[in-house]
């Protein structure tokens, strides 16, 4: 059973910058590849990035491309979100989650995923 814990969240001014991380237990870390999700109060969960088992192949939303950055320590068992240039509508509920592949396919399936780290930014 895969275990995902995200940690980093926080409330930042817009403009700020936030470093999420999301740790992985239970499972061979590079194995699949691994993504990151937000959830908006009264929105739909969305797709933000991912990145493949190699750790070389990465997507972005549109909506973060050039604000976002996703990467991987295996050593760690740990995926990051380094998240600049931060905008009050980035704010949402971030959660992490493992592919079911190890090429990254942004609609799925995904499997594992964690319990989620709140992200607010203020205007």
């Known amino acids: 059973q895969v275990q995902l814990v995200e940690s980093g969240g926080g409330l930042v001014q817009a403009g700020g910058s936030l470093r999420l991380s999301c740790t992985a237990s239970g499972r061979t870390f590079s194995s699949t590849a691994m993504g990151w999700f937000r959830q908006a109060p009264g929105k739909e969960r969305e797709f933000v990035s991912g990145?493949?088992?190699?750790?070389?192949?990465?997507a972005y939303a549109d909506s973060v491309k050039g604000r976002f950055t996703i990467s991987m320590d295996n050593a760690k068992n740990t995926m990051y979100l380094q998240m600049n240039s931060l905008k009050p509508e980035d704010t949402a509920v971030y959660y992490c989650?493992?592919?079911?592949?190890?090429?990254?396919?942004?609609?799925?399936?995904?499997?594992?995923w964690g319990q989620g780290t709140q992200v607010t930014v203020s205007s």
């Open positions: 990145i493949d088992s190699s750790g070389y192949n990465a």
């Open positions: 989650a493992t592919h079911v592949y190890a090429i990254l396919r942004p609609g799925g399936p995904w499997g594992s």
